[in-house]
Structure formats: structure tokens, C-alpha cells
């Protein structure tokens, strides 16, 4: 069979006569082999050219199903905890803030409201606030699915996943204040931007990923990065004099099996990996400016700096988020071998010159106008994002928005040099003051507590109550009046709230008279010391008292001047 050559006329695909040669027989001297009786496609697909650089088709699908991964997280997330944190009996109740909200604004929701805490919420039933909450996160949870499993979006599907997680994040007012919240919110806002109008194909004729879409997210990445660097540089002087990591692993938020013996590494290597974050952060995110090559090599050193962060931490989907805009550093020649034969082949057709249709279709131009719109906005939007990363006074996770667009970033600008933790113990003594009184210890789901139980692994999920009683923990329950919240929840025994901890010691049994907060210095304990050896992966020491012993009775005035409602024992 004749090797065909690389040709975009489907009849270049035919059998042709050398000149000369044209009244040669078949068989004979000079004549051309005689042709295979396969369908002249199959030729053509075995011919088909390689994928170009420079046009990011298959990009579009990685960064798509990227980020509905990420949204089928948050939502998982959502809907196992929503009601126990801001349900009608959660610990700080979205009914109650939005009432707040709507006083604020002289009992209005005008656009004053709306623009204040914009959320569908607003519109729909407050008096089953759970089942709405429930609702909400399904909706998410579908269609997040649908686009992790086809690849396939369309800028309303997008649109609706962003609102909805918008409606969520804009009610979880302390639990869902944390960064990957808006910088999930920013990278779906632009991910409505990457789809075509209308067409939920995975390859949509005529509506080639925009390039002002693809250099937002590069630009998403680089202010992420170069907002971590400089936050360092310019907070805590342990990143200056390269000791931060000495303590990082001990006392980040969630520590997982990995950091209890990164922690023990010897000096150098802190000093070495302390140097490294320095260069990722604040020079890699230049190469973006440097051209194609450059730009594949930023991508791919910032993926393999979050996926050892991933694995050395619980940081939630923080790393995992900020992977996806790293995505949008590949083009299709890079990405080519990661699909399949046949989609490389629709991609490489979809490259070729009058492969795009004669006229636009109206989709297409709408399309375009909202994408030159998107980078307009963009722009605008980043004045006082470039302004605070040029500060002295740099402020990070921050929205200048309330639809969080455009946000600034960071992260661990200050560093804890010591580990503390507040572990809530129940008795059932009469006399909390009784030193003969039993009390037991309540345990997450992945916080320190116990001093044998192996830290978790838990990442990309997210356990918001752990990670607050992490903040709570160097601050006063004075500041945090949620954990005498948790506190009377306990003494009630409410099951919701219980499904929020690992172990209840009182299951199955009369519910504790009385709830204590006890302050402790935690530290890893040394591989294969005396400590390790007994199983234990942790050693502690108490500081004093959290807060006081509190029974349900003497909690009913707290409860009532908040609005909260009075736990009822199950």
C-alpha cells in the first residue's frame, strides 16, 4: 500500500500515477503497488498529523475535569457537614446571620444585601434550612460529576456550579473564610469562560478555548505563587534566616503520617527546602514570561511542588486547587499523550486551517464578546491585587469583591514555633471540682488528641471543625464563643454534632454532666525513642485550662442572648 503523505484534501488520500508512467498496467515495471482494499479513513488516521503547539483543545478538557474533581469535593464536604456548621441547630446557623444581614439593611434584600452576602439562599425556603443546604450541595455534587466523568461543559453548567458554591461559601461565614473557598471560587469563575455557549461537546467545532481565558489562569498562578513568596519574605523572619521549616511539619493545621518525620530531618535539608519554596515562589512565576519552553517548565514545577506539599500535609484541596491552573502552562503538543488516539486525531483536525467553519455562529461571537469582557474585567479587577503584592504592607486571602473574582493570596507568612492544642473532656460527676471526677476526652476525626493514634491522610477532603479548633487553639474561647456552642451540643449529646468527632465517650451511656476545654503543648515524639516505642506519635504537656467546666443549665442565658437554640438532648 502506498504510504500516504501528510496532506489536509481528503483526496490527497487517493492513489496516484507517477508521471510517465500513466498507461502502465498493474504488476508491471514502474507501476504503482497496487491499493489496499482498506477504506481510504483508515489511511488517513494512521497519517494524521501531530498535534501543534499553541492551541490548548485538549487543555480545555484537563482543566474542565480539574476543576469539577475539585467542585465534587467541596460540595462531598458540604453536604456531610453544612447542617452540623451552619444548619438550623449548627453551630454558628446561616438563618440566623442572613436575619442579621437583612436587619443590617433596615429589613431589606436589596441589592445592598444581595451585594453584601450574594447567595441563592436569599430566594429560596429558610424554614427548612437544612433540606435547602441539602439541595444546594446535591445540585453541585450533579453536575460536578457530570463534567469529572464526560469531560464536557458548557458556560451555563459552569455558571451554575460557581453560584452555587458562591450561595454556600457566602453563608459559612468562619467555617468556609479559609483560602482554597475564594480561590476555588476564582478558578471557577474562569473555568465558565473556557466552554462554548450552548454545545456540550468535549471537542466544540467553532469554539476554540480562548487564549485571554488561558493567560487568566496563568496569570491566577503566578499572583498565588509570587503572593506566598512575598508574604514570607516580608512576614516571619524564619523564612529569612531559612529555620521555618524546622517547625512547619510539627504545627501546621492537620499533620499527616508523612510530616511526623519530615520534622525530623536533619537541619541542612530544612535549610535546602526552605530555599527551594524561595525559588518556586518568587522566581519560577517569571517564566511564565519567557516563552513556550519556559512556560511547560513553570507548569511543571509548580504541579511537583504541590504534590510534595500534598504529600507531606492535610492542607484540604488547597495543593490540588492550585495545580489546576498550572494546567493551563500546557498546550495540546504537550498534553497529546495523555488522550486517546482518535480525540488527538479530532484535535489535530480542529488545528488545521478552514476546519472552524466558514461564519461564526451566533454562540461563538457571544462567546467572544464575553471573553474580551472576561479580560477587561480581569484587569480591572487586578489594580488593588498588584497594588497589595507591591506593599510593604501586603495583606493575603483577601477579597476585594464580595463575588471573590480577583483575590490575593498567601499562605504561612508567620510561622508557630510551638504546637498547642484544646481537648474537650465531659465527666458525669456531680461536683466538676471533685479531683476524683473521671473526665474522658472527646476525639476528632483527624486533629491531634489522642497521643497514640497515627496522624490522619485525609487530603484533598477537608474537616472544617478540626481545622478551626487548630485557630482556636492559640487564641481565647472569648474569641471563638462557637466552642462553648460545641460545648452545650455535647452536653446534649446531639447527634448531628456527634457525627462531627471520631469517638464519643459517653455513646451509649448517660450524657455527660459537665464539658471542659483543656490546654495542651503538643510534640512529636522521636522515631524509635522511648515514646515511639510505647506507640505513641505524640507527647504533650498541659498549659492550664481553656475554659471553665460548663453544664447545660448554666448555658441557657449564653444561648439565649445569641439567638442560638437551647440543645435538647437526644
Known amino acids: 500500500m502506498l504510504a500516504v503523505p501528510d496532506m489536509a484534501a481528503p483526496s490527497a ?4 500515477r507517477r508521471p510517465g508512467r500513466a498507461g502502465a498496467p498493474d504488476g508491471a515495471p514502474g507501476a504503482a503497488p497496487a491499493a489496499s482494499p482498506e477504506p481510504p479513513e483508515a489511511g488517513l488516521a494512521a497519517a494524521a498529523p501531530p498535534l501543534s503547539p499553541g492551541t490548548f483543545w485538549l487543555t480545555r478538557i484537563v482543566l474542565l475535569r480539574s476543576i469539577a474533581f475539585l ?3 467541596a460540595f462531598l464536604v458540604a453536604f456531610h457537614q453544612n447542617k452540623q456548621l451552619i ?8 438563618k440566623l446571620y442572613l436575619q442579621d444581614v437583612k436587619k443590617y439593611f433596615k429589613g431589606k434584600v436589596g441589592l445592598d444585601a444581595l451585594s453584601y452576602a450574594p447567595t441563592l439562599i436569599w430566594f429560596l425556603d429558610w424554614s427548612a434550612m437544612d433540606s435547602t443546604l441539602d439541595c444546594l450541595a446535591l445540585a453541585g455534587l450533579a453536575g460536578a460529576a457530570f463534567v469529572l466523568l464526560t469531560g464536557c461543559a458548557n458556560m451555563v453548567l459552569m455558571f451554575l456550579l460557581w453560584l452555587l458554591y458562591l450561595s454556600l461559601v457566602n453563608v459559612g461565614q468562619i467555617w468556609w473564610v479559609l483560602r482554597w473557598e475564594s480561590q476555588l471560587l476564582e478558578t471557577g469563575f474562569l473555568g465558565i469562560f473556557l466552554c462554548p455557549l450552548w454545545s ?3 471537542l466544540p467545532q467553532g469554539s476554540p478555548p480562548s487564549r485571554i481565558v488561558i493567560w487568566s489562569f496563568r496569570w491566577l498562578i503566578f499572583r498565588i505563587m509570587l503572593g506566598a513568596g512575598l508574604i514570607k519574605i516580608r512576614g516571619d523572619r524564619c523564612w529569612r534566616e ?3 521549616m524546622d517547625y512547619h511539619y510539627e504545627t501546621q493545621p492537620v499533620p499527616n503520617p508523612i510530616s511526623y518525620f519530615m520534622h525530623r530531618s536533619p537541619w541542612w535539608f530544612h535549610r535546602f527546602e526552605t530555599l ?14 519567557l516563552g513556550r519552553r519556559m512556560v511547560i517548565l513553570h507548569g511543571l514545577l509548580q504541579i511537583l511542588f504541590q504534590v510534595l506539599l500534598i504529600i507531606s500535609g492535610n492542607l484540604s484541596f488547597l495543593n490540588w486547587l492550585t495545580v489546576v491552573p498550572s494546567l493551563a502552562c500546557f498546550d495540546d503538543a504537550s498534553l497529546g499523550l495523555l488522550f486517546g488516539r482518535r480525540l488527538r486525531e479530532r484535535a489535530a483536525r480542529l488545528q488545521r486551517p478552514g476546519t472552524r467553519g466558514q461564519s461564526p455562529a451566533l454562540g461563538s461571537c457571544v462567546r467572544s464578546v464575553l471573553n474580551v469582557s472576561l479580560g477587561l474585567l480581569i484587569t480591572y479587577l487586578s489594580i488593588p491585587v498588584v497594588l497589595n503584592l507591591l506593599s510593604s504592607r501586603q495583606v493575603m486571602n483577601t477579597s476585594f469583591n464580595s463575588l471573590r473574582i480577583v483575590n490575593t493570596y498567601g499562605a504561612f507568612g508567620s510561622i508557630t514555633k510551638e504546637r498547642t492544642e484544646v481537648i474537650l473532656q465531659g465527666t458525669s460527676s456531680l461536683d466538676p471540682n471533685d479531683p476524683t471526677a473521671v473526665w474522658e476526652e472527646f476525639e476528632f476525626k483527624c486533629k491531634p488528641g489522642d497521643l497514640r493514634r497515627r496522624p490522619c491522610l485525609i487530603s484533598p477532603y477537608h474537616y472544617r471543625l478540626d481545622w478551626l479548633m487548630w485557630f482556636a487553639a492559640f487564641q481565647t474561647y472569648e474569641q471563638n464563643e462557637w466552642i462553648i456552642h460545641l460545648a452545650g451540643k455535647l452536653l446534649a449529646q446531639e447527634e448531628e454534632t456527634l457525627s462531627l468527632l471520631a469517638t464519643n465517650p459517653f455513646a451509649g451511656r448517660d450524657p455527660p454532666r459537665w464539658i471542659r476545654g483543656e490546654h495542651f503543648r503538643y510534640k ?3 522515631p524509635g525513642g522511648k515514646h515511639a516505642r510505647d506507640g505513641k506519635w505524640w507527647i504533650r504537656k498541659r498549659i492550664g485550662p481553656y475554659f471553665p467546666p460548663v453544664n447545660l443549665q448554666g448555658l441557657r442565658k449564653f444561648f439565649e442572648d445569641r439567638n442560638w437554640p437551647y440543645p435538647v438532648q437526644d
Open 13 to 16: 488520500g487517493l492513489r496516484q
Open 71 to 73: 467542585y465534587f469535593v
Open 87 to 94: 444548619g438550623e441547630k449548627g453551630l454558628l446557623p446561616c
Open 200 to 202: 456540550l461537546s468535549r
Open 242 to 244: 531559612l529555620t521555618c
Open 276 to 289: 527551594v519554596n524561595h525559588f518556586i515562589e518568587l522566581l519560577v512565576p517569571f517564566f511564565l514570561l
Open 524 to 526: 512529636f515524639s522521636q
